[in-house]
C-alpha cells in the first residue's frame, strides 16, 4: 500500500495535467456545437469572461490583495493590451475559425502557437535562434515539421473515414469556401497569440501577480467582448440565456477551461517548471480528433492523421530542445543585458486558449529567490557586527 501511495502521489501532477487536457477537449466540443447552432462569438465570450472573473475574485482578492494596490496606469495599459490581443483578437478569432472548420482542425492551428510566438521573438530580436549549436538546428526541424504539418493538413486530404455510423454529409464546394475562410480566420488567431505571448514578457517584469492580473484581464476582457458585440449584433435573440447547451458551455469554460485550469497549471510549473505542462498540449488535439469523430460523426482523412503525427512530432522536438536550452544556458539571452525572455510563454501554446500564466510564474519564481537570499545575507552581516562588538 505504502508503494501505491508513492507512485500515486508521484504521478499526481501528470494526473493533474491529464485533467486539464481532458477539460480542452471538451471545451473544444462544446464551442464547435454551440457555434454551429448559431451562438453570437461575442455574446459567448463575454458571458464567459464574467464568470471567469467571479472564479478568480475569491483569489485575487484573498491571496494578492496587496497587489491591486499597485496597478499603475502603466500595468493597466499592458493589461489592456493582453486583453485585446490575447483574448478579443486570438480567441475572437480562433471562434470563428471553428465555426467554419472542425475541432480538430482548429486544435492543430493552435499546437503552432509556440512556433509562430518563435518566429516573433527571433524577427524582433528578443530571443536568439543559435541555429549553429545543436539544440538550435532541432528547434528549427522541429518548427519546419510543423509548419509542413500545418501545409498538409490544409492542402492534402485522401482517403477519408468515418469511426462513428451518423456521419455528416457536406456540400464539397461550400465545405472548402468555409475551410479556407476558416483557415485564415486560424492563422489570424495564431498570429495574434504568437504578439500576445510577447507582449507577456513585458507584463511579467512589471507586475508578477498572477491572480490579480488574471482577474484584471477578465474584467478588461468582459468590457471589450461587450462593447465590441453590441457594435456588430445588437438583437436581443444574439445576447439572450437559456438553460441549453450554450449556458453549459458558458459555465464550462469560465468555471473549468479557466479557472481551474489556470491552478493546476499554476500548481504544475511550481512543481515539474515551466515546460512541463506545454508537453501535453498535443494529446488534446488526439482527445479532440477521437471524440469528435465518434460524437460528432466528422471524418477522419489520410492527410489530417498525416499532419496531426507531423505537428506533434514537431512540437515535440522544439519543446524538448526549448527545455534542454533552458537548463543548459538558464535563459536562451544570455549576453542580452535586461532582455525579457518569452521563450517560457513561447512553450504554453494554451490549446484550451486560457489566460497565460506561466511567464508570470517565472516572475514569481525570480523575486521569491531573491527574497529568500536577501534575509540570509543580512542575518550574516549582523551576526559579523556582533562578533566585532564583543571583540571590541
Known amino acids: 500500500m505504502m508503494e501505491i501511495k508513492k507512485k500515486l502521489k508521484g504521478s499526481n501532477v501528470l494526473i493533474g495535467m ?44 484573498i491571496w494578492e490583495r496587496d497587489s491591486l494596490m499597485k496597478v499603475t496606469w502603466s500595468v493597466l495599459f499592458w493589461l489592456f493590451m493582453i486583453a485585446l490581443t490575447g483574448i478579443i483578437m486570438a480567441m475572437g478569432f480562433f471562434y470563428y475559425g471553428l465555426k467554419e472548420t472542425s475541432a480538430t482542425y482548429a486544435t492543430n492551428f493552435l499546437n503552432l502557437v509556440p512556433i509562430v510566438t518563435f518566429i516573433f521573438s ?8 543559435r541555429w549553429k549549436t545543436r539544440l538550435g538546428k532541432i528547434k528549427l526541424l ?8 500545418a501545409l498538409t493538413i490544409t492542402f492534402y486530404k485522401g482517403k477519408v473515414f468515418y469511426i462513428s455510423h451518423h456521419h455528416k454529409h457536406q456540400n464539397s ?49 468582459t468590457i471589450q467582448s461587450a462593447i465590441i458585440g453590441v457594435s456588430m449584433d445588437r438583437r436581443k435573440a444574439s445576447w439572450k440565456l437559456g438553460f441549453d447547451m450554450q449556458l453549459i458551455t458558458i459555465f464550462y469554460s ?42 460528432l460523426g466528422e471524418e477522419i482523412s489520410i492527410g489530417s492523421l498525416l499532419g496531426m503525427f507531423l505537428i506533434i512530432v514537431g512540437l515535440y522536438s522544439f519543446l524538448r530542445a526549448k527545455s534542454k536550452e533552458f537548463s543548459q544556458i ?16 513561447a512553450t504554453t501554446p494554451r490549446s484550451n486558449m486560457e489566460l497565460p500564466i506561466l511567464a508570470r510564474e517565472s516572475a514569481t519564481f525570480q523575486s521569491t529567490t531573491i527574497q529568500v537570499a536577501s534575509p540570509i545575507l543580512k542575518q550574516d552581516e549582523d551576526e559579523e557586527e556582533e562578533e566585532e562588538k564583543q571583540c571590541i
Not at 461575442?42 to 483569489?59: E, G, Q
Not at 522541429?142 to 504539418?149: D, S, T
Not at 507582449?199 to 484581464?217: D, E, H, M
Open 18 to 61: 491529464l485533467i486539464v487536457q481532458v477539460i480542452a477537449t471538451g471545451l473544444q466540443l462544446l464551442s464547435k456545437v454551440i457555434l454551429s447552432h448559431g451562438t453570437f462569438v461575442f455574446a459567448l465570450m463575454t458571458y464567459r469572461h464574467v464568470v471567469a472573473t467571479l472564479c478568480i475574485a475569491p483569489f485575487a482578492l
Open 122 to 129: 527571433t524577427v524582433s530580436r528578443v530571443e536568439k535562434l
Open 142 to 149: 522541429g518548427a519546419i515539421l510543423c509548419l509542413a504539418g
Open 173 to 221: 464546394s461550400n465545405y472548402h469556401e468555409h475551410k479556407l475562410r476558416g483557415t485564415i480566420f486560424l492563422m489570424c488567431s495564431c498570429m495574434s497569440y504568437g504578439c500576445w505571448f510577447l507582449i507577456q514578457s513585458k507584463v511579467s517584469k512589471l507586475f508578477p501577480y498572477k491572480y490579480s492580473a488574471t482577474f484584471i484581464i477578465s474584467i478588461i476582457a
Open 254 to 295: 469560465g468555471a473549468l477551461a479557466t479557472a481551474a485550469t489556470l491552478c493546476l497549471i499554476s500548481w504544475a510549473v511550481t512543481k515539474r517548471g515551466p515546460t512541463y505542462p506545454s508537453m501535453f498540449n498535443p494529446l488534446s488535439l488526439i482527445f479532440v480528433a477521437i471524440a469528435e469523430a465518434f460524437f
Open 330 to 345: 538558464g535563459s536562451p539571452n544570455v549576453g542580452d543585458a535586461e532582455v525579457p525572455s518569452p521563450e517560457i510563454e
